[in-house]
Structure formats: structure tokens, C-alpha cells
């Protein structure tokens, strides 16, 4: 019983299962609490309300809380890229799920973005109109599922070489399950994450404690 326990606890550590949601960006509403699924104030043509951390970031949360200054410029910028990095995910990968919080597609007006996971096209001729927030909410397919198993991590680059239009992110989110919540209107940031430092270091003080009563019983 204490031994299964033990595995049971071992197996909570090394599995990724808890990390199952990875959000880049802090959903505070980019950076001025505009609502999600909503209209917005009107951005001046470049807006920044990024935090000192995330213009130091390197993940993509530097491309969060900013409109237009991801791609400087007021016209297309063949070659200038804003890439999500999801880092750190290894190999044991069977479906998978991201959101976005994004403001002001506008693909039929300016041009669409060329977006890829890893590598993968995808389709993202968004029309959201301006100024509009949205969040929305993909499953990955399984070409993008194997590339994450066998890279380890989820690159997602988007493009503006033929496109003129300017947008925002207030974050972008990846979950290592399907249709983890298929509502877009239901942040998916709530009641879940990454666990706190604290609630691992328990763990590994049950299993310590665990380990102890059985060396004792034996
Ligand atoms: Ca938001
Ligand atoms: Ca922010
Ligand atoms: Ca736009």
C-alpha cells in the first residue's frame, strides 16, 4: 500500500500533467483592463502598456500589451515576426489546445497574417473588426501534436510580410488537453495552472513522511 502510494506521488512529480496549461502573457486586460469578448477605447496607432518585465521578456510576452509596436511601422514589414515560445514541453503529448486574446483582426481590410505552429501553417484570416477584443480557442491537430513530441516545445510564429494590419495580444495559452473548454467566452486562465513552488514542495514532504512510516513498519 505505501509502496503505491509512494509511485502513486512519484508519478504526480514527474508528470507533466500539472503543467498542463501554459499561458504566455498576464491577462490583465492589455495592460488597461479592457474586458475580454468586447469593445475597447480606440488604441492610439502605437500603444504599449507592457510591464518593464514583459518588454524584457523573450516567450512572446513581450508582444503582449502592445498594439502595432510588435511590428513597427505603419505599413507591412516583410520579415518581422512575433513568435510565442512554449518551452520545456517534452514528449508525451496526446492532444493538446490553445487560446489566444487577441484585438482587432482584420484580414478581408488589411491582409492576413501568415501564422505557423512549429513550422505548420495555419489558417488566421481573422476578421474581429476594430476595436474589438476576442478570445479564441483552437484545438491542435496532429501534425502539431507529433512536432511538439519530437521538438519539446510549440513555436508559434506570426508573420506580416502581406498583411498591413494592426492587433494586440493580452495573452496566449497552451493546454495539453482537447477541447479543455470549447466556450470562448469562458477564460480558461481560471482554475487552472501551473502549481505553486509550496504545493510540489508537499508533495515531496508526503512521500518523505511516507517513506519514513514504512521504514518504520518493516
Ligand atoms: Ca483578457
Ligand atoms: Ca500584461
Ligand atoms: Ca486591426
Redesign the pocket.
Known amino acids: 500500500m505505501f509502496k503505491l502510494l509512494s509511485i502513486t506521488l512519484l508519478t504526480m512529480m514527474i508528470s507533466p500533467a500539472w503543467a498542463a496549461v501554459i499561458m504566455i502573457g498576464d ?4 495592460g488597461a483592463g ?3 469578448n468586447a469593445n475597447h477605447p480606440p488604441f492610439t496607432p502605437i500603444y504599449d502598456g507592457r510591464t518593464p518585465d514583459e518588454v524584457a521578456a523573450t516567450n512572446g510576452a513581450q508582444y503582449t500589451d502592445s498594439y502595432s509596436t510588435a511590428h513597427p511601422g505603419f505599413s507591412p514589414q516583410t520579415g518581422t515576426t512575433t513568435t510565442f515560445s512554449f518551452t520545456g514541453l517534452g514528449s508525451g503529448w496526446t492532444s493538446g489546445s490553445m487560446w489566444f ?1 487577441m484585438a482587432d483582426f482584420q484580414a478581408s481590410t488589411f491582409g492576413a497574417v501568415t501564422t505557423t505552429y512549429n513550422g505548420i501553417a495555419q489558417n488566421w484570416s481573422f476578421n474581429d473588426g476594430y476595436p474589438s ?1 476576442f ?1 479564441r480557442y483552437f484545438d491542435l491537430a496532429p501534425d502539431v501534436i507529433t512536432s511538439i513530441n519530437s521538438l519539446g516545445y510549440l513555436d508559434v510564429v506570426i508573420e506580416r510580410s502581406g498583411s498591413g494590419d494592426f492587433y494586440g495580444f ?2 496566449a495559452l497552451l493546454s495539453d488537453n482537447y477541447a479543455d473548454d470549447t466556450d470562448p467566452y469562458n ?1 480558461p486562465t481560471i482554475g487552472v495552472g501551473v502549481p505553486e513552488p509550496a504545493t510540489i514542495s508537499m508533495l515531496f514532504l508526503g512521500l518523505a513522511l511516507l517513506i519514513i512510516k514504512r521504514k518504520k513498519l518493516n
Open positions: 491577462n490583465d486586460g492589455y479592457i474586458a475580454d486574446d477584443t478570445v493580452d495573452y477564460d
